[in-house]
């Protein structure tokens, strides 16, 4: 059984723009620190942006190549969390997915246990 559910993902064009959802199942996503993630093709998963839990404050961590471009949000009566994209680069392409943790840090993957499939996002030039 799928914990999140993506959508949003397609292909865009360089300089574009696209806004991933990330819809929660059988859990209260508000209850967790909620990130999102991205595979490319031959490399390892890596963090985009990470958003806490409301009762800590709902702190937002960036990693560097997203500050600017990406803003992670969430609506916790949708139990949704959303990743909005803009300038969008070739090497944004990657499949995008959401997970959930119990702690912020610096968004790492390994602190994270409830997955979805992912969405794929594919840039062109």
């Known amino acids: 059984q799928d914990q999140f559910v993506e959508s949003g993902g397609g292909l865009a064009q360089s300089g574009g723009s696209l806004k991933l959802s990330c819809e929660a199942s059988g859990f209260i996503l508000d209850y967790y620190t909620i990130g999102w993630f991205r595979q490319a093709p031959g490399k390892e998963r890596e963090g985009i942006a990470c958003?806490?839990?409301?009762?800590?404050?709902?702190?937002?961590f960036y990693k560097e190549f997203a500050k600017g471009r990406f803003t992670i949000s969430k609506n916790k009566h949708r139990n949704t969390a959303y990743l909005e994209m803009n300038s969008l680069k070739t090497e944004d392409t990657a499949v995008y997915s959401c997970?959930?943790?119990?702690?912020?840090?610096?968004?790492?993957?390994?602190?994270?246990?409830?997955w979805g499939r992912g969405t794929q996002v594919t840039v062109s030039v």
């Open positions: 997970g959930a943790g119990a702690f912020l840090k610096d968004c790492n993957p390994a602190d994270f246990y409830y």
């Open positions: 958003i806490s839990s409301s009762d800590t404050d709902s702190r937002i």
